[in-house]
């Protein structure tokens, strides 16, 4: 089988050691993965004068497809996010984040529109102290992220779909969204359930087993993911899809830690999670399934944890410890990971230049 090209996007701080990391993991399944690696972000700039190095834009045209460690923006006026920079360019509208403890009392996967709401509609200073904020609402960026989460409850076996919103409030843009909302559920005849953000925030809290697939808009899709990823053990152990039509980036979601960096003792839990969803993405299901059943069965085990997760192990121990699991195999009575993001991640794509 031909290898499947990759953009790999070391990151700062951290990023280089949990994207190596992640590497050596996705090496091990077996699965034929060729990379191009590339830097980016705040070191890049100081040492070449490029943010995002042209070249990097070049590979992710010809791969279309990446994985990308944690990435450090210059702060002042002139620099937008990276990750906000690569989106834009290349309508990278779904982000995707599966939330899964390893017991898997919480299998949830938040679908958030990536492009448009408050952070895409721009804001404008008014005055030295008047402000001006617009949110962007529209049908076609609506419809097409709520089409990606009922896809994933189709895959799920027609589970739910919760649409989280503040129409009550914000009756014309939020309304908008809710409209578009029901309309995709009776089109694809599943179950639609109706919540206001606030009260969401503390359901996932109360209940969070509760849920499978959540869709909202991107101010609050941020925010809900962040909090289940406290639900099962902070960001450290969170992946996530960036996905558009013709590109997909994977990466985890924490920051680059440049307080441990070049330590060791980085988690690179998430970064090889986003791997999995990398191979969800590409159809190599049985290396990705391998991949996560491993993490899970690491992770219960307790035996090998990094700082993070309140033990001492070092980066490449945990690396060491997924490997040796996922050689060892996982007995077939053991909860096997949700096929939830199947819908999510390309299942349907024929290679890895058809995304989705």
Sequence with gaps: ??????????????????????????????????????????????????????????????????????????????????????????????????IRNPEGTIDLVVFRENTEGLYGGGERILSPDRVEAVKLVTRQASKRILVKAFEAAEARGGSKVTVVHKANILKASDGLFLRIARETAAEYGLPLEEMIVDNMAMQMVMRPGDFGVIVTMNLYGDILSDLGAGLVGGLGLIPSGNIGDEMAIFEAVHGSAPDIAGQGIANPVAMVRSGALLLRHVKAFEAAKALEEAVDRVLRDRRVRTPDLGGDSTTLAMEKAIIEAMKEGLNSEEPSISESVDGACGNDQPDQSGVL
Aim: hydrophobic share 40%; proline share 6%; charged share 25%.
């Design 1 to 98: 089988m031909k290898p499947v090209k990759v953009t790999l996007i070391e990151g700062d701080g951290i990023g280089k050691e949990v994207s190596h990391s992640a590497r050596r993991v996705l090496e091990a399944t077996g699965f034929p993965l060729s990379f191009e690696v590339f830097e980016a972000g705040k070191g890049t700039l100081e040492r070449t004068g490029e943010l995002i190095p042209a070249a990097l834009i070049d590979s992710l045209k010809r791969t279309r497809l990446a994985l990308k460690g944690p990435l450090t923006t210059p702060v002042g006026e002139g620099f937008a996010s990276v990750n906000v920079a690569l989106r834009r360019q290349f309508d990278l509208y779904a982000n995707i984040r599966p």
